[in-house]
């Protein structure tokens, strides 16, 4: 059974210095393409499922004019959804008005991500970003005197000279924000950004790890779970959708260079443009053996803070997780714990988490 839809859009008004996702500068006619070739491709794979999470991501899915945002949210009608669905769209603070906050209403969207990044004028600039903090605080404000309580705020840290204390500065505002969950992610320089052109180089690991321990003690501190390496929520407000990969659940991707997970196959979508208006959809897909999916399920799943549940393992897969790969040996070397009924990444592990992964790649 598939739950779960991300539908990607990948318009942006703006280009950051560091991005390498797929992405186009908005065009009224490549929009308007575009979502024809989405309605095409949501109606021809599309199985009736029922839906238990959505997320529409980008680019800039708020970077669509009001017009072109209520064509793309009618085409979420097409779903039948479960009646505690979680529909979360990403905005940028200086896209989003009160007229497209009262669109997500009508077409019951009830979580928003905003990419806030950093509060630092400073590095704003950096990353290319357009808005300032204050901007931030003002739409925060307004998604939630119009009703908006479940909402998360991008955080990027491991900036080229970022202190510290800049960025416990930047942790505090997040916290004036009072929003109920928080994304961070360290800064990666990935080639075919301005960034990497400029040869900016990552940041030193050690100082990478102290703003990783920094982020995790300040939050802890404020009432937030950390849940999952870079996410933090306060109870109830973990992002249901991103759940489903991290619990290796099946799901539909629509749209440019979305990926899926449906029975026996995980595949990505096209980044060509002019491919995925011919209905070209596919770019690559993976056939998986049973072995590949354990595969999956550990890497994912280890990503929680919680891991793994072992009863739900042997009812989902079938086998016991006890005997896969090393994984009693890592238990022995305390590498992961076992608690009895979760098997999870010591906690003074989890910033060295892809050593321990490594173990269940392949053979
Ligand atoms: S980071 Fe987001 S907003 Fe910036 S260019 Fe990339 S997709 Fe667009």
């Given at each position: 059974m598939i739950n779960s839809v991300y539908i990607h859009i990948p318009f942006c008004t703006n280009i950051c210095n560091y991005c390498n996702f797929t992405k186009f500068y908005y065009q009224k006619k490549r929009v308007r393409e575009y979502l024809k070739a989405l309605e095409g491709e949501i109606t021809k794979r599309y199985q009736n499922d029922i839906i238990k999470t959505i997320y529409i991501g980008g680019g800039t899915p708020s970077s669509l004019?009001?017009?072109?945002?209520?064509?793309?949210?009618?085409?979420?009608?097409?779903?039948?959804?479960?009646?505690?669905?979680?529909?979360?769209?990403?905005?940028?603070?200086?896209?989003?008005?009160?007229?497209?906050?009262?669109?997500?209403?009508?077409?019951?969207?009830?979580?928003?991500?905003?990419?806030?990044?950093?509060?630092?004028?400073?590095?704003?600039?950096?990353?290319?970003?357009?808005?300032?903090?204050?901007?931030?605080?003002?739409?925060?404000?307004?998604?939630?005197?119009?009703?908006?309580?479940?909402?998360?705020?991008?955080?990027?840290?491991?900036?080229?000279?970022?202190?510290?204390?800049?960025?416990?500065?930047?942790?505090?505002?997040?916290?004036?924000?009072?929003?109920?969950?928080?994304?961070?992610?360290?800064?990666?320089?990935?080639?075919?950004?301005?960034?990497?052109?400029?040869?900016?180089?990552?940041?030193?690991?050690d100082l990478d790890f102290k703003m990783y321990e920094l982020i995790c003690q300040k939050l802890k501190k404020r009432g937030f779970e950390h849940y999952e390496i870079s996410n933090f929520a306060y109870p109830n407000f973990?992002?249901?959708?991103?759940?489903?990969?991290?619990?290796?659940?099946?799901?539909?991707?629509?749209?440019?260079?979305?990926?899926?997970?449906?029975?026996?196959?995980?595949?990505?979508?096209?980044?060509?443009?002019?491919?995925?208006?011919?209905?070209?959809?596919?770019?690559?897909?993976?056939?998986?053996t049973k072995k590949d999916i354990l595969s999956y399920a550990l890497i994912l799943g280890f990503r929680k803070i919680k891991g793994i549940n072992k009863k739900n393992f042997q009812e989902k897969y079938g086998v016991n997780i006890l005997d896969l790969y090393n994984v009693k040996d890592l238990i022995k070397e305390k590498k992961l714990i076992d608690d009895g009924s979760n098997i999870y990444v010591s906690y003074d592990k989890i910033y060295i988490e892809n050593d321990i992964l490594i173990n269940f790649v392949g053979e």
């Open positions: 004019d009001i017009e072109e945002l209520e064509t793309l949210l009618k085409l979420t009608k097409i779903f039948k959804f479960k009646e505690d669905f979680e529909f979360t769209i990403e905005v940028n603070p200086e896209s989003l008005t009160k007229e497209k906050i009262l669109l997500f209403k009508k077409y019951q969207v009830n979580r928003i991500s905003m990419g806030v990044e950093t509060t630092n004028v400073k590095y704003l600039k950096y990353l290319g970003r357009n808005h300032d903090f204050s901007l931030v605080k003002e739409k925060i404000k307004l998604l939630k005197d119009l009703g908006f309580t479940n909402i998360n705020v991008d955080l990027i840290y491991a900036l080229e000279e970022e202190t510290l204390e800049e960025l416990a500065t930047d942790i505090d505002n997040l916290l004036s924000l009072e929003v109920p969950h928080i994304s961070t992610y360290s800064l990666q320089i990935e080639e075919h950004t301005k960034l990497y052109i400029d040869k900016v180089k990552n940041i030193d690991e973990e992002a249901k959708h991103n759940l489903v990969y991290w619990n290796n659940d099946y799901y539909y991707g629509f749209g440019l260079s979305a990926a899926s997970y449906i029975p026996s196959l995980r595949f990505t979508n096209t980044s060509s443009f002019s491919k995925y208006l011919k209905g070209e959809y596919v770019n690559d897909q993976e056939e998986l």
